[in-house]
């Protein structure tokens, strides 16, 4: 972590359950509001949690950030969840976002869409750094964890599980995490 405080939305959006609170695979956790359901996987020394963001809640969340209207459409179309991840083991950990896949019911793969990737993006729309989406690739120490936004592109109220992948001890590990569900399309308004 490089010490950089979160705004409060991101805390909220991406916070972390106590050690023990954590459900088990496929089981939603309680998240900070009905409106935001969330998934975790606990099972493993690296632990994932989801928690399901609405296109307006990171709409709000990029504009309140002054990123430009083009950049804030094309993050607000994709599906976009608080993601914490924690090492729990007694050795460092490694993961890449790129490896990782959303598996919809048919069985395809659909790649996440790394912080580098969105950079890449955004850079002709004028914005050459970012804090907010999960890193690409990080090492994280015993105890260590992070958060950010992790995205798919996936049509709106789409299930899936999320194939995860870490190394340790230069073992590559993978797990899956059922049942995230993007959040969605927002109700027409009278």
């Known amino acids: 972590m490089d ?8 805390v909220l959006a991406c916070a972390v359950l106590p050690p023990g609170a954590l459900a088990a695979d496929a089981a939603p956790a309680a998240a900070a509001s009905a409106a935001q359901p969330s998934w975790t996987n606990a099972r493993h020394a690296f632990t994932v949690q989801l928690i399901q963001l609405s296109p307006d809640s990171v709409r709000a ?4 950030m002054g ?15 608080g993601t914490s991840i924690r090492n729990n083991a007694k050795v460092p950990i490694t993961y890449d976002v790129a490896a990782w896949k959303a598996v919809t019911p048919d069985g395809k793969g659909h790649p996440l869409i790394t912080k580098t990737q969105w ?6 729309l004028g914005v050459r750094s970012d804090w907010s989406v ?17 995205t798919v592109d996936l049509p709106r109220g789409t299930r899936f599980k999320l194939v ?7 073992t590559q590990h993978q797990a ?15």
């Not at 950079?119 to 002709?124: K, S």
């Not at 995860?164 to 230069?170: L, Y």
């Not at 899956?176 to 009278?190: F, I, K, Y």
């Open 67 to 81: 990123y430009p209207s083009k950049a804030i459409d094309a993050i607000a179309r994709v599906c976009v969840f």
């Open 176 to 190: 899956t995490l059922v049942g995230p569900q993007c959040a969605a399309a927002p109700h027409a308004q009278p």
């Open 3 to 10: 010490g950089r405080v979160f705004p409060l939305l991101v």
């Open 61 to 64: 969340f990029y504009e309140n």
């Open 119 to 124: 950079l890449h993006r955004w850079q002709p």
């Open 134 to 150: 999960l890193p690409a690739q990080q090492t994280l120490q015993p105890g260590d964890w992070a958060q950010g936004f992790t």
């Open 164 to 170: 995860f992948f870490w190394r340790e001890h230069g």
